[in-house]
């Protein structure tokens, strides 16, 4: 398989364990974002560790990317948190989707600090995907926690977007995957870990094994979506990250029995529309350039 094909296959991995981290932290119930956010990124840590151990390289790492690699970790953590919270206080399926912006804020990004080009089609799929978003938001047309929470939802897919830069960055430079996520994990469980010591919520034994789960589905999702920008640029794969959407709605319908409105389907259609039209695009302009 090629790079491409290979950057696909983790994409949809990644999908599918995002959207199943998702049920899982929604059904672990009302727990505060800080301690859902330590306990699922503990396991990916050590799952994460255990690999590092046993392989020939262990924990080197090239100390001058470690800008890079706390721009990963500080913007992945914020990621998370506005993620989780947009979960707990809006429809799974508009918190996938709000979250799904990421690539578009990749893209963005790739160009402002990895000058990767950004042509007009491009700018006008980014413009399509940002109306989308004001579709899910509903500014003024939501009471005023859920406002907040889609907007913060919406902040952390754009913190999401600058994590995968930082990924693209750091793969480019050929460092490994499973120390990216180690990195990022132990630095996401130490900025959680004194809001989990000040305000610790008990749990109940089915709220442990669902963040228990919510781990290692999170761990999935994150070794296959660094591995998938580390194959290939944002503006190839991108698309089929939105698959998550579909499964996430399918999730919150048979769990939750969640519909969305129909200004939130109007939103997933430009989003998803837009991002497969890029694809398509990108894809007949790479052809073009090819003898």
Same mark, same amino acid.
């Given at each position: 398989? %090629?790079?491409?094909?290979?950057?696909?296959?983790?994409? /949809?991995?990644?999908? #599918?364990?995002f959207a199943?981290?998702?049920?899982?932290?929604r059904?672990?119930?009302? /727990?505060?974002?800080?301690?859902k956010s330590?306990?699922r990124n503990?396991?990916? /840590?050590? $799952?994460a560790f255990?690999l !590092?151990?046993?392989?020939p390289?262990?924990?080197?790492?090239?100390r001058k990317? !470690?800008?890079?690699?706390?721009?990963?970790a500080v913007?992945? +953590?914020?990621?998370? /948190?506005?993620?989780?919270?947009?979960?707990?206080?809006?429809?799974l399926s508009?918190?996938s989707?709000? %979250?799904?912006l990421s690539?578009?804020?990749a =893209?963005?990004?790739?160009?402002?600090?990895?000058?990767e080009?950004?042509t007009?089609?491009?700018i006008?799929?980014?413009?399509?995907a940002? !109306?989308g978003?004001?579709?899910? =938001?509903?500014p003024?047309?939501? &009471?005023?926690?859920?406002?907040?929470a889609?907007?913060?939802g919406?902040?952390?897919?754009?913190a999401?977007?600058g994590a995968?830069?930082a990924v693209?960055v750091?793969?480019?430079?050929g460092?490994?995957?499973?120390?990216?996520?180690?990195? $990022?994990?132990?630095?996401?469980?130490? #900025?959680?870990?004194p809001f989990?010591?000040l305000?610790y919520? *008990?749990?109940s034994? $089915?709220? #442990?094994?669902?963040? &228990?789960?919510?781990?290692?589905?999170?761990a999935? &999702?994150? $070794?296959?979506?660094?591995a998938?920008y580390?194959y290939? *640029?944002?503006?190839? =794969?991108?698309?089929?990250?939105y698959?998550?959407?579909?499964f996430?709605a399918?999730l919150?319908?048979?769990l939750?029995?969640?519909?969305?409105?129909?200004?939130?389907a109007?939103?997933? #259609?430009?989003?998803? &529309?837009?991002?497969?039209?890029?694809f398509?695009y %990108? %894809?007949?302009r790479d052809?073009a350039? +090819?003898?």
């Amino acid at each position: 398989m %090629n790079r491409k094909v290979k950057g696909v296959l983790c994409i /949809l991995s990644a999908a #599918v364990c995002f959207a199943l981290q998702g049920a899982f932290v929604r059904l672990a119930g009302d /727990l505060p974002s800080m301690q859902k956010s330590f306990f699922r990124n503990f396991v990916a /840590l050590a $799952f994460a560790f255990v690999l !590092l151990a046993r392989s020939p390289q262990k924990f080197q790492w090239n100390r001058k990317l !470690l800008p890079t690699y706390l721009a990963r970790a500080v913007l992945g +953590t914020i990621g998370i /948190l506005g993620n989780y919270y947009a979960i707990d206080h809006l429809l799974l399926s508009d918190a996938s989707m709000l %979250n799904k912006l990421s690539p578009f804020f990749a =893209i963005i990004f790739s160009y402002l600090f990895l000058r990767e080009k950004v042509t007009p089609a491009q700018i006008l799929g980014i413009a399509a995907a940002f !109306l989308g978003a004001v579709c899910i =938001i509903k500014p003024g047309g939501l &009471g005023a926690g859920d406002w907040q929470a889609a907007l913060i939802g919406a902040g952390g897919g754009m913190a999401a977007g600058g994590a995968y830069t930082a990924v693209r960055v750091l793969g480019r430079q050929g460092e490994r995957n499973s120390f990216i996520v180690f990195f $990022f994990s132990a630095f996401s469980c130490l #900025v959680c870990l004194p809001f989990l010591l000040l305000d610790y919520h *008990p749990m109940s034994l $089915f709220q #442990v094994g669902m963040l &228990g789960l919510a781990g290692l589905s999170a761990a999935g &999702g994150q $070794f296959s979506v660094t591995a998938a920008y580390t194959y290939a *640029p944002a503006r190839e =794969i991108s698309v089929y990250d939105y698959t998550q959407v579909i499964f996430s709605a399918v999730l919150g319908f048979v769990l939750f029995q969640q519909m969305p409105d129909w200004l939130s389907a109007v939103g997933y #259609v430009l989003i998803c &529309g837009s991002s497969a039209a890029l694809f398509f695009y %990108n %894809n007949r302009r790479d052809a073009a350039k +090819t003898p």
